[in-house]
């Protein structure tokens, strides 16, 4: 196959530079400019990788002219710059964006990102949730970082009716899935020792979530759901309690994950039992901090379902999951550039 020419907006960022770093270990793509507000930065002062220094940084608007140059443009920006510029850039060129801007259905994104987008754009078939959506289209809207971690693990259940629909999620994250640019909730003096409860009852990934199990899973459920910042710079653990279908046991839910994900290498599936129970690389947030990997872990008892599903906000999260998508885009191997490169 040919190497496929891409360009990164938004590469200064933590997903950014993070997508940067897989894109330049791709063997398939070459990371030809980057685009930033700020032009004097260079990606190769972020980045240690030789080849970095062969990346070229670019004004924003010189983006438009030179779009149809690129096989595909990734977007690792806010999402009001995303929905700023993909509508124009569509045309030209393939694009996946890692911005919430496209995601939610138009009232959704009216009511959370304070966007007015074409409905056009808000399809679910655009959702890239690797590797339940094979996205072959020409546009792909990246998931949220928790979102991803809760659907990865409650998808496979709802569908095969294991469990009820009534749901807690408790997702919990690392300061560095607020981003790069400094924020008082992030600084090192407000988050060091603490714990932190964050948009009760209005976080923009609850009807994410929401809107990609009714897609996925064709089950409505209505989670209390909710986030709250550690004070570690990566990971997410998204830690989820329900209860199990009448003559359900942990056995089916075990089957039903190795059912689900056995052409899918990125996934640890784990029963909990025995000492595990007590304490278990298995539930280790660590173990996948730095790797593409989903991993889930879970027990019952009785029929209540106790399971804990641990994902790299900035990889599986957010820019290896674009590489799964970029994979999916090419018709290439799913774990394509991911694999050597992140472990
Ligand atoms: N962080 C996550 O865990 C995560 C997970 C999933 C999805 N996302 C989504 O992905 C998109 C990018 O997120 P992000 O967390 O990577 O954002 P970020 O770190 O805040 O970076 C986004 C952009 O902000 C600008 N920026 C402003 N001040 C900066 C500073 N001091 N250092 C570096 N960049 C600065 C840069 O653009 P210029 O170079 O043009 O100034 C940069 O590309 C967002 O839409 C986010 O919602 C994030």
Request: hydrophobic share 40%; charged share 20%.
């Amino acid at each position: 196959m040919k190497t496929l020419k891409v360009a990164l907006v938004g590469a200064r960022g933590y997903s950014g530079l993070e997508l940067s770093r897989l894109l330049l270990g791709h063997p398939n793509a070459q990371l030809i400019d980057v685009y930033s507000s700020n032009t004097q930065w260079q990606l190769a002062q972020d980045i240690i990788v030789p080849s970095a220094k062969n990346v070229n940084t670019r004004q924003l608007d010189q983006l438009e002219a030179n779009a149809k140059n690129y096989d595909v443009i990734f977007f690792a920006t806010s999402a009001g710059q995303s929905a700023e510029w993909i509508p124009k850039l569509l045309e030209h060129t393939q694009i996946i964006d890692l911005s919430g801007a496209f995601r939610l259905n138009w009232q959704q994104t009216q009511k959370f990102y304070k966007l007015e987008l074409d409905e056009k754009y808000l399809s679910p078939a655009n959702y890239g949730l690797s590797p339940w959506n094979k996205c072959a289209s020409r546009f792909i809207s990246n998931p949220g970082c928790y979102v991803t971690a809760t659907l990865m693990a409650l998808i496979p259940l709802l569908k095969e009716n294991l469990i009820t629909t009534d749901v807690v999620i408790d997702a919990k994250s690392g300061t560095t899935g607020a981003g790069r640019s400094p924020k008082d909730s992030t600084n090192f003096s407000e988050i060091s020792q603490e714990i932190h409860p964050y948009k009760i009852t209005n976080h923009q990934h609850e009807p994410e979530i929401i809107r990609y199990l009714s897609h996925f899973a064709s089950t409505d459920i209505d989670p209390i759901f909710t986030t709250t910042l550690l004070p570690i710079p990566r990971g997410i653990l998204s830690s989820i309690y329900t209860r199990l279908q009448d003559g359900v046991g942990v056995k089916q839910i075990h089957e039903a994950y190795e059912y689900y994900y056995r052409e899918y290498p990125l996934l640890q599936n784990y029963w909990l039992q025995g000492d595990d129970l007590g304490f278990s690389w298995k539930t280790s947030l660590k173990r996948v901090v730095n790797t593409p990997f989903t991993q889930l872990a879970y027990t019952a008892k009785d029929n209540k379902l106790y399971l804990f599903s641990m994902i790299d906000n900035l990889l599986k999260g957010a820019a290896s999951q674009a590489v799964e998508n970029f994979n999916a885009m090419f018709e290439l191997p799913v774990t394509t550039g991911l694999i050597k490169e992140t472990l």
